[in-house]
Structures are given as structure tokens and as C-alpha cells.
């Protein structure tokens, strides 16, 4: 491995220069500006203290915030939402020491708009990046708040690994300009589909890997692992937020893998009387099962399991060409890419043991959009005034409290350059609304009988139709570069050359 400029993971550097003041600097105004900088680094400390006092003077934990996420896995794909061939002992420990959800979505049925909405809190007919394609460069603007952003303001050290997908490297919409002290693995998605990688980013830089694309000697995912742990090592003392964006199980790209699903081994798996396509996507899930272990052991060795929100889940539905043995989608219909449950509700797991009861199941409905005000509410961070966002808070139902009536609808959308494939959805209270451009009807389903939303029940329910439609017409800001119809015929805009 070469570090052509290593990330410098949890350190920042500041540099003053005193050389060359200007000569209006007399001796008071230096002491001045000595004074000041003292006073500002003493707030700094007070700022990263993990305990702040509240209004009636109690002090309140701020938790280190932990978000896991893996990339396409299903619904049904681990052991505490009724996977039966693939075991998944860490996740399914997770659950039983914190919460489950029965009813969590991700912000988008792909990884782009989803990863968005989890950064802006803004669903897709508002956020910045609302499908995979069109291709750009940067996702985000300068302008764009992300809940990063509010949680290093607030004082936490934030980093992460793994796919990013909202901007590349050099450029505005980056992961270390967007709220995050550190960040390695793919900032480009289209890299994300290679596992044994020639490179990998590392904040401002590259983590280079000659010849990996042969030798097939680093599998990324344990790059991004060890770089987790050692992050959480490295902050154990202040209050963090560790963002793990892992790929698998995600498929890789043929060129290294011609079932597509890249890994090292297929063990625990091997001796089964599958096929190899069935194995390989299981040992990925044992992988990432593996890794969540790991890193939730790091924080329980380090002492930090009371003052730590870990929370697990995925950022889509599983993909439709994984073995129908599994049955990724669990009891729901579709997959990734689509706005039925399947491609949307996703496994949502949270530990917590200061503040949240073991081996609880809520079936309370919350969402990615609600991240960035329950982590800034935890954070003891306010959202700023002018952010006009979509989530609400979830810290009660985190808790094990009932959610706040006050959620009044969600809303999703998909393909809005993908011509006649454009859908739209809503989920007003247990009702289902969607409706394609292609149909151009919207089919209503009732989720508190008919979860798998197999019986349509549009025509007798008209008034609930019209508030649907209402709300579809009403949620998307119209953007210049989603234009909803049109139709993209691009190409990724990451190669291998790079
Ligand atoms: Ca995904």
C-alpha cells in the first residue's frame, strides 16, 4: 500500500501565523488576539464536552451517534426480520440489546437519493440528489446543509467510510466538505461497484492499491472496517459521529466477479448445496453481519456502550436478481428501484442501553429524512431556523415512546429522468398511495391489512385518493437537473482508468 497523502484520522491542525502582521498590530491588539484565540479554544473544549446543561439545569448525555448502513439488503435478509438460511448473529444481538423497526423507510428506493435524504433530512422531491442518474460530479452545494454539518457545529468529530455518492473528490459536494473531519472509501458510486479497487479516497487524497485489480490482495470492505475501528479508538474521548456506509452487500461489477457479487470467500458458506451465486451473496451478508460485530465490540471494549446510539440499517431494498432462495424482500413486494414496500422499508435496528430498552419492536413509522433533527436533537444542536426540511424527530420513539402525531406524511419518488418509469409514493398514516407515470392511476393499499400491497383498494376509497394526489402534486421543487419525463442516456461517468 502507498499513502500518496494519508488521511490524518481525528487530528486537526491549527496553524497560527504571526509573521508578517500588518502594522496596525500594535503589542495590545496581539495580546488581543491572543486572548481571543485563548477564549476560543476554551470554548472549543466546552463545545466537544460530551455533557451539556439543559434548560432546567440537568446535565444530558450526548451520545456518540453510530449510523451503520448497508447498501441494497432486503428486508428479509437478516435473521431478526425472519431471514432463515443466511444467519446473522451480531445484527440479530444488536436488536435484542436495542430497538427493532417494523416500519422504517430509507429515503429512496437507490443509493444516490437515499444517502441524500439521509444528509439533507429532505425527501426526494426536495433533496439535492434525487436518483442515480443523471451522472454528476457533485451532488451537493456549497449552500447545502447536511446533518454533518450540524453535528460538527455542534462540536462532535464526524467521519466515515464507504460510499458516499453525493460529490466527487476535488470536488464542493465531497464528504470533507460537507460536514465530515474524515472520510475513506468511494466517493464516486460507479468505483463502489469494484471491491478489489486500485485505489481508495481518504479525506483530501488516495489510499493507493497498485495492482489490486490482479493481485486481489485488499477486498475493500476490511480497509473500511479497520479505518471504522480506528477512527472510534481515536475519538473515544469526545463526542462522535461515525457514519458507515458499506457496500455490501451491493453487487460488484462483472468485470471482477462474473455472478457480479465479488468477495474473498464464500465460507461460512462453501459446503452448502446452493449455487455459487446463492453463496457468494450469503458470505457478503456474513461479512457485513461479521463487521457490525466488531465494531459494536470496539465500543463496549472502549467502555462507551451507555453513551453510544448505534443504529443499523440499509439504504434501499434488496436487489431483484438476488436468489429467490432468500427471499430478500421478506413479506413485501418488489425491490430495489421500486416504491413498493420492498424497494423502501428497510431493516431499522437501534442500541442505545443508557435510554433504550432491550429487545424491543416498534412498528412506529420513521424515516431517513428524520435523522438530521433526532441527531441534532441528541447533539443538543438546533436546526437552523431557515433549513426547510421534511423529518421530524424520533428521539421519543427511539426511546421507546410513541411517535409525536404530529408526522403528517412521507413521500417518495423515483426516476425522474427515466422517462415513463417515473413513480411516486405516499404513506398517509397505514394508507399506501402510489402511482407510475406509466399507469398514470394511483393504487392504494392499506399496510395495516396488506403489507405484501396486493389488493388494490383505490376505487373504494376516492377520498383517500384525492389527498394522495394532492400531496403528490404538491411535494416536488421542480429542479433543473432532474426533470421529471425527460429521458437520460448517459453513461457512468467513473471508469477504471482513473
Ligand atoms: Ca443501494
Not at 432462495?325 to 424497494?343: A, C, I, N, V, Y
Amino acid at each position: 500500500m502507498v499513502y500518496v497523502m494519508p488521511g490524518v484520522m481525528g487530528t486537526s491542525v491549527c496553524a497560527f501565523h504571526l509573521e508578517g502582521l500588518p502594522p496596525f498590530c500594535s503589542r495590545i491588539n496581539l495580546v488581543r488576539l491572543i486572548s481571543a484565540i485563548v477564549v476560543a479554544l476554551t470554548m472549543s473544549h466546552l463545545l466537544q464536552t460530551r455533557a451539556y446543561a439543559t434548560t432546567s439545569d440537568e446535565s444530558t448525555v450526548r451520545p456518540n451517534i453510530v449510523f451503520i448502513m448497508a447498501d441494497d439488503l432486503g428486508y428479509g435478509d437478516v435473521g431478526c426480520y425472519d431471514q432463515q438460511l443466511i444467519t446473522t448473529p451480531r445484527i440479530d444481538r444488536l436488536a435484542s440489546e436495542g430497538i427493532r423497526f417494523t416500519q422504517a423507510y430509507a429515503g429512496g428506493p437507490v443509493c444516490t437519493s437515499s444517502r441524500s435524504v439521509l444528509m439533507t433530512g429532505m425527501h426526494t422531491g426536495h433533496t439535492p440528489a434525487r436518483d442515480n442518474v443523471p451522472h454528476y460530479h457533485s451532488y451537493l452545494d456549497e449552500a447545502d446543509v447536511t446533518v454533518a454539518e450540524i453535528l460538527s457545529d455542534a462540536g462532535y468529530q464526524c467521519g466515515g467510510v464507504g460510499k458516499w455518492s453525493l460529490g466527487d473528490a476535488g470536488t464542493v459536494g465531497r464528504a470533507t466538505n460537507q460536514g465530515f473531519h474524515n472520510w475513506f472509501g468511494y466517493l464516486n458510486q460507479d468505483h463502489a461497484h469494484y471491491y478489489f479497487t486500485e485505489y481508495l479516497d481518504t479525506d483530501e487524497g488516495r489510499l493507493e492499491l497498485p495492482g489490486n485489480t490482479i493481485s486481489r490482495e485488499h477486498y475493500s470492505h476490511d480497509l473500511l472496517t479497520e479505518r471504522a475501528l480506528t477512527f472510534i479508538r481515536d475519538q473515544k474521548d469526545s463526542p462522535f459521529f461515525f457514519y458507515a456506509a458499506f457496500a455490501l452487500p451491493h453487487f460488484s461489477s462483472k468485470d471482477e466477479d462474473p455472478h457480479g457479487l465479488a468477495v474473498p470467500s464464500t465460507q461460512p458458506y462453501s459446503d452448502r448445496n446452493w449455487d455459487e451465486k446463492s453463496k457468494k451473496y450469503a458470505a457478503m451478508v456474513h461479512m457485513l453481519d461479521r463487521d457490525v460485530g466488531r465494531i459494536v465490540d470496539l465500543i463496549d471494549d472502549l467502555g462507551l456502550a451507555e453513551d453510544t446510539l448505534v443504529i443499523f440499517t440499509s439504504d434501499n431494498g434488496g436487489h431483484a436478481t438476488v436468489p429467490e432462495r432468500f427471499k430478500t424482500s421478506g413479506p413485501l413486494r418488489g425491490f430495489k428501484r421500486s416504491l413498493t414496500e420492498g424497494g423502501i422499508r428497510v431493516p431499522f435496528i437501534a442500541r442505545w442501553p443508557r435510554t433504550i430498552s432491550a429487545d424491543t419492536t416498534s412498528d412506529d413509522v420513521i424515516a431517513f429524512q428524520d435523522m438530521l433533527p433526532t441527531f441534532a436533537e441528541l447533539a443538543g444542536a438546533s436546526v437552523p431556523a431557515d433549513l426547510q426540511i421534511d423529518g421530524i424527530s424520533v428521539v421519543g420513539p427511539l426511546k421507546g415512546e410513541k411517535l409525536n402525531p404530529s408526522r403528517n406524511h412521507l413521500y417518495w419518488d423515483y426516476g425522474h429522468c427515466r422517462g415513463k418509469h417515473y413513480a411516486q409514493a405516499v404513506r398517509l398514516g397505514d394508507w399506501k398511495g402510489i402511482r407510475s407515470a406509466k399507469a398514470g392511476r394511483i393504487e392504494l393499499y392499506d399496510l395495516s391489512q396488506d403489507a405484501g400491497e396486493i389488493n388494490d383498494i383505490a376505487a373504494a376509497h376516492p377520498e383517500i385518493v384525492k389527498r394522495i394526489r394532492i400531496i403528490m402534486e404538491e411535494a416536488v421543487t421542480p429542479s433543473a437537473r432532474y426533470r421529471i419525463g425527460t429521458v437520460y442516456r448517459g453513461s457512468p461517468i467513473w471508469t477504471t482508468a482513473q
